[in-house]
């Protein structure tokens, strides 16, 4: 492999380039969901193109926010792809790649959906694919093109779909449409709490799409969320790396490749840590998780769900928290050099013959994070904690 130089001006992009192509020969993609008003600011923007090569769109793809813009300003329920054109053409004008999020999800569909005959349901969700996708043609790599269509504990979710069409034909019809309306994007199911390989929903979710597989549903690959707590215990604790890579191996048995597709990491109610603390847990989580995902030949890449902590969902999702890559000030945190590390462990254990890459820089414990009282309420992460099942 040709010698390449790294210096502090080594991007996340940069990076993820030099790992061979995956097992389907797809170069490996590292990408952000942005907001199209946040595109305005060129700090914003110039760190979007300068660190990542594909953009998702975080929600102006969904179904209702692409008919709910136009209702709001003319009172017309017609659609209107102004937000979302403005995202892909930014992208593509940067030489950016852009993943399609999402077409089909119960949660962001328009409500008067509900009042429709299953024969015009299906009708309505054949055009919205066919619009959507066609509108983009040619100009999205992938879709996701079902998203959260499982319960928690692994059955279908009650849906305004579900109630009315029969679900596994329903999801697979999805896909049928979504291929026929532009045949190159690559084509994906995703959903959360299913990165770890024993947990029950993933276990449903590969019986599911292995029968789409056998009936030859164009189906390429799948995307686990990995919307993380830290301090999260019992089901909401972050999925052990190890287990995620075996979800990622399993998967390729199927045919299908895997996708980490809205990662981000919240640390605020770690009790125990302070500031320094939290931020070395969470580079930590960052780092053991996506070497696990890149040491797979069929893992695809990540996007992370969006990249500094000032614009976060989770602040009005969740609580107010810290959960990405670079800080309020869109400074890298060690949690950026925890994904650049992820890279660079992944290379080291191949045949890897580039320079040296400058690895993090050191983290002092602080005072308070080195007196914390001991930890009560494990299982949870620990900074001396490998984790790997
Ligand atoms: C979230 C967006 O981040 C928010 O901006 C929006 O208001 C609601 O949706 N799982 C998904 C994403 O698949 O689409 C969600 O995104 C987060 C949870």
């Known amino acids: 492999m040709a010698h390449k130089s790294h210096s502090e001006q080594t991007t996340l992009k940069s990076l993820v380039k030099l790992l061979p192509a995956t097992s389907q020969g797809e170069p490996r993609h590292i990408g952000t969901a942005v907001m199209p008003d946040l595109l305005l600011d060129p700090v914003y923007a110039n760190t979007v193109e300068t660190e990542f090569d594909t953009v ?3 929600h102006h793809l969904k179904w209702e926010p692409l008919l709910a813009s136009k209702l709001a300003r003319t009172g017309e329920c017609v659609y209107d792809f102004t937000d979302a054109d403005f995202i892909v053409d930014w992208a593509l004008s940067k030489g950016l790649s852009v993943k399609g999020h999402t077409l089909v999800w119960h949660v962001t569909s328009p409500k008067f959906l509900e009042e429709k005959s299953a024969n015009d349901l299906m009708e309505a969700v054949r055009r919205h694919i066919h619009t959507t996708c066609g509108h983009f043609y040619s100009r999205i790599k992938s879709w996701d093109v079902v ?14 779909f579900t109630k009315k069409l029969p679900a596994l034909e329903f999801i697979e019809d999805c896909f049928r ?14 959903d959360n709490k299913v990165e770890a390989v024993n947990a029950q929903k993933a276990i449903e979710m590969y019986q599911m799409l292995k029968i789409l597989k056998s009936r030859n549903t164009p ?13 999260g215990t019992g089901l909401k604790r972050p999925a052990a790396p190890g287990l995620i890579f075996r979800q990622i191996e399993k998967l390729a048995d199927i045919g299908l490749s895997t996708n980490i597709s809205e990662l981000d990491v919240r640390v605020a109610k770690l009790a125990g840590f302070d500031l320094d603390g939290k931020n070395r847990v969470q580079k930590d989580i960052y780092e053991r998780t ?7 030949t069929h893992f695809d890449g990540v996007t992370f769900w969006g990249f500094t902590d000032k614009h976060t969902w989770c602040n009005t999702f969740y609580w107010p928290d810290t959960p990405l890559l670079f800080d309020i000030n869109f400074k890298r945190k060690p949690a950026y050099y925890g994904v650049c590390n ?7 254990e191949m045949d890897w013959e580039g320079d040296w890459v400058p690895s993090s820089p050191v983290m002092t414990h602080s005072a308070a994070s080195e007196s914390a009282p001991p930890r ?8 001396e904690d490998h984790n790997v099942a």
Request: glycine residues 4%; proline residues 6%; contains cysteine.
């Open 56 to 58: 998702c769109v975080e």
């Open 147 to 160: 998203n959260e269509a499982l319960a928690p504990d692994g059955s279908f979710a009650e849906t305004m």
């Open 177 to 190: 449409w979504a291929k026929t309306a532009d045949p190159l994007p690559r084509l994906i199911y995703n």
């Open 219 to 231: 189906l390429d690959a799948a995307g686990l969320q990995a919307h993380f707590d830290a301090s």
């Open 290 to 296: 996506l070497t696990s995902c890149f040491r797979s």
């Open 342 to 348: 992820s890279i660079m462990n992944v290379l080291n």
């Open 376 to 383: 009560t309420d494990l299982p949870d992460w620990k900074l």
